[in-house]
């Protein structure tokens, strides 16, 4: 018996695991840019949110980005990010 495993992958903020695309995968790139993929293709480092603001938020609100992604997240970023996502969950 031999069922095929799918990665799990585990939301950043509440713990909760599925498969990647049920969430939304924000991603360091190679140049360090922090970035919402709504692909999931892109290069380098990702966290996974689920597609909640409240885990957005929640994940902003306890640095989760930063350990995640070894970032320094300023407040700007985290604008922008938050702007990417919410257009990400509307698509
Ligand atoms: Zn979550």
Known sequence: M???KTPLRTCLACGRQATKRE???IVRTPDGDVVVDPTGRRNGRGAYV??????????????KFDAALRV?????????????YEQALEE
């Open 50 to 63: 689920c597609p909640s603001t409240e885990c957005f938020e929640k994940a902003v609100r306890k640095n």
């Open 23 to 25: 969430f939304v995968r």
């Open 2 to 4: 031999k069922a095929k």
């Open 72 to 84: 320094s997240l300023r407040d700007d970023d985290v604008e922008r990010l938050r702007r990417d």
